[in-house]
């Protein structure tokens, strides 16, 4: 089941929205429970208080608290990387303003089914990869990460640094091997450099010889391997328009 919510001060606007998500939920087969807000700062209430949704479709030309502010608390202040979140808007000029939230996407109205649909589509084409997990051990203990909460991977010796959206643990073990054998088959986990795995999501920046993530981290492109990425980047970015 995929839980949504739906945030807009226009009652028609949310009940169109609500209408073409649970029929194309049902023409899916998958199961959807959806919750409709008319403010952002009741949705903001509700997430404070621990609600959680895997899909948020938000206006952004809102009153008090428009969408793009809801997307940076829920991004800044709740630390909640996994949300996807899909503005609309009848205006195209916040481009600027949105890159920050990092968006699943962005529809401008009207808006009509397909637009709807492909949406949908594309929310679980990327939540198919992200249901798969990284187990390590750590000791004596197991544990299993969903790896959309991986935002890079960091040799360091002989140990392998896993950084995580709220932590970072270390394991003892080569990150040739890790990419080999766990990341290789998902092309949203590239390798830019023999110290580093990292996820695509969590990358804001490409330059010509660094990657910079959301959190500001500076990773390094390997000179023989600055064409390949760039490659990567070109076919990923284009799967994502």
């Not at 073409?20 to 899916?28: A, E, F, P, T």
């Not at 009741?42 to 959680?52: A, D, F, N, P, V």
């Not at 299993?144 to 960091?154: A, F, G, R």
């Amino acid at each position: 089941m995929i839980k949504i919510a739906i945030c807009d001060d226009h009652n028609a606007i949310c009940s169109q929205v609500e209408t073409y998500v649970i029929n194309i939920c049902k023409d899916l087969r998958i199961k959807c429970e959806i919750d409709v807000y008319y403010s952002g700062e009741r949705l903001c209430q509700q997430l404070e208080k621990g609600e959680i949704y895997e899909l948020i479709f938000l206006d952004i030309e809102m009153g008090e608290t428009n969408g793009v502010e809801v997307g940076r608390k829920i991004r800044d202040e709740y630390n909640n990387e996994s949300l996807q979140i899909v503005y609309i808007s009848g205006k195209t000029e916040y481009a600027l303003d949105l890159f920050k939230v990092r968006p699943l996407d962005f529809i401008i109205k009207p808006l009509n089914k397909e637009k709807i649909e492909s949406i949908i589509n594309k929310y679980f084409k990327l939540t198919n990869l992200w249901s798969d997990v990284f187990t390590y051990k750590i000791k004596y203990d197991t544990f299993k990460v969903k790896l959309k909460n991986i935002k890079y991977l960091e040799s360091d010796g002989r140990k392998v640094k896993i950084h995580l959206i709220d932590r970072t643990d270390e394991i003892y073990s080569s990150l040739e091997d890790i990419y080999n054998n766990h990341f290789k088959k998902y092309e949203c986990f590239i390798y830019p450099h023999n110290s580093y795995i990292v996820n695509y999501e969590y990358v804001s920046i490409f330059e010509y010889e660094n990657l910079f993530l959301h959190d500001g981290t500076k990773i390094p492109i390997a000179q023989s391997k600055r064409k390949e990425i760039r490659n990567i980047h070109k076919n990923l970015d284009k799967e994502r328009k």
